[in-house]
């Protein structure tokens, strides 16, 4: 899809597929070299995180093993609580492994800081996260993002794994959706 395939459902373009990709050639090179001789498993959060995942993974010059977990967080419209229940666990054992999170976006940061403490808890080596995408209230918790593709605005935004209703994930950029889409 591009942006003219969106119509008049998109408001604006955040971020380009290339600026996307830029991004994540420069992060896969930080990975890289952060893991050097270092066996490395990255845990995508379904469902969001599948087009980063995807996408880093194929720049990374080693290979690594890749996982998935799927979390749903209780709450009530777009804000999460915190109260997070697990719907697909982890198929691998984390003993001893350097474990990287790769997230879609932090937005309160409530169902990160809850998914950090959980696998931390399961004996890895190291546990650290990359998001693509990161907004203001991320801040607010104490929580150390190693790898951050950009810093954005307080906005709902669609697109590269991002959903609003479920749609809108297959995108291949990042960017805000008309009022009309959200019945305004
Ligand atoms: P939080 O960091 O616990 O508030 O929750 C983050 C999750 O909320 C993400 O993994 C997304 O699924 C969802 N989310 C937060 N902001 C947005 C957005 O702008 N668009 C789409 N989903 C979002
Ligand atoms: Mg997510």
């Known amino acids: 899809m591009d942006p003219a395939d969106m119509g008049d459902d998109l408001e604006r373009v955040l ?13 896969a090179a ?21 087009m980063v995942m995807a996408d880093l993974a194929r720049r990374l010059h080693s290979t690594v093993q890749m996982d998935w977990m799927a979390v749903s967080s209780y709450g009530s419209g777009t ?3 915190g109260v997070v229940r697990i719907l697909k666990d982890l198929d691998a054992d984390l003993t001893g492994r350097h474990v990287l999170i790769v997230e879609d976006i932090i937005d309160s940061g409530l169902t990160l800081s809850w998914l950090l403490s959980n ?63 959200y019945g305004a």
């Open 15 to 27: 971020l380009s597929e290339e600026q996307l990709h830029q991004r994540l050639d420069e992060i």
């Open 30 to 50: 930080q990975i890289d070299a952060d893991y050097a001789g270092k066996d490395l498993l990255l845990v995508g959060v379904l469902k969001g995180a599948v």
């Open 79 to 81: 804000k999460s609580s």
């Open 119 to 181: 696998l931390r808890s399961r004996g890895p080596a190291t546990v650290e996260i990359a998001t693509m995408l990161r907004k203001p209230e991320a801040s607010k918790v104490d929580v150390d993002v190693r790898y951050v593709g950009f810093d954005i605005p307080n906005e709902f935004v669609v697109g590269y794994g991002l959903d609003y209703a479920e749609k809108y994930r297959n995108l291949p950029f990042v960017g805000t959706l008309a009022p009309h889409v």
